[in-house]
């Protein structure tokens, strides 16, 4: 199972020309979808509206060298490792997820586009590497379903309770569990299984990038320009129109706010954790 291409194997003799313009059509529906989703929510015009806003209150100039710094941190924190999760588990999960899904789909462009028959053999890397991507993806993903998000963990809600929000999430899953299922049924010689769970992995994954516009997905193009453009705004100094950021023990930032010894003292004490403190599940 995870040493055989399962795409040189399709049920109904599919040709690999229709598997390819399958792909090429997921493809042009992301992409359209994604239009359609920042033209609907403006968040296009939105970003931009607010750079100028940024720009026009920064402070001081950032260098081009500056935001290439930034451009990295960005890749690096908040793309690469997630950094904007402050919980552990959800980190975890939503890393699992995201590999997953970047190697599954990358390794299946791959076999279909390269390997697309058993008369030009697969390396062994490329299946092993798509049914991994496989297993992070589903496991990422149960993970937060069951687990993590707010409206099960935090809640009370029933975890099988669907909203069209939950659209992305629901068919990300049912495309790595039916692929899983089809490559396993398919390599036991199952054809009945095999031929249903194809059908369903099929329709789950048109479902997924099919469904761009009503789904979650185009955030994941827009979150890392919004994280540069903030990072822009506190190198410049505009901070999206908020405060600074103060040292309560500072004499002079005491002295500018002479209610902070009043009432909390000369050294006030760490807030504490707040929120964090505990998980959020009292329902």
């Not at 001081?60 to 500056?66: A, D, I, L, M, N």
């Not at 410049?236 to 500072?250: A, F, I, K, Q, W």
Request: charged letters at 15%.
């Amino acid at each position: 199972m995870f040493s055989s291409n399962p795409f040189t194997e399709l049920p109904f003799s599919i040709s690999p020309s229709i598997m390819q313009g399958y792909v090429i059509l997921m493809v042009l529906l992301v992409v359209g979808g994604t239009i359609l989703d920042m033209i609907h929510k403006k968040s296009a015009q939105y970003f931009f509206e607010n750079a100028k806003k940024a720009e026009a209150s920064a402070k001081r100039s950032v260098s081009t060298g500056e935001k290439a710094s930034l451009a990295v941190q960005v890749l690096v924190d908040e793309v690469l490792t997630s950094g904007e999760f402050c919980n552990v588990k959800r980190r975890l999960s939503h890393l699992l997820t995201m590999y997953g899904f970047v190697i599954f789909v990358a390794t299946t462009a791959i076999m279909i586009f390269a390997y697309p028959t058993a008369e030009t053999p697969t390396p062994g890397i490329l299946p092993a590497l798509w049914h991994i991507g496989a297993l992070m993806l589903a496991i990422g993903g149960y993970w937060f379903w069951f687990f993590i998000r707010v409206d099960v963990s935090a809640e009370g809600l029933s975890w099988y309770r669907f909203e069209r929000a939950d659209l992305f999430i629901v068919s990300l899953l049912a495309t790595s569990t039916f692929a899983l299922i089809w490559s396993f049924t398919q390599s036991q010689g199952i054809a009945g299984w095999s031929v249903l769970a194809f059908i369903l992995f099929i329709a789950s994954s048109t479902a997924l990038f099919g469904g761009v516009y009503w789904s979650k997905f185009a955030h994941m193009f827009f979150k890392p320009a919004a994280a540069f453009q903030k990072r822009v705004t506190r190198a410049d100094g505009s901070r999206e129109n908020l405060p600074p950021e103060y040292d309560l023990t500072d004499p002079a930032v005491q002295a500018k706010f002479p209610d902070i010894p009043q009432y909390m003292g000369k050294n006030p004490p760490n807030m504490g954790l707040g929120i964090k403190r505990e998980p959020a599940n009292h329902y």
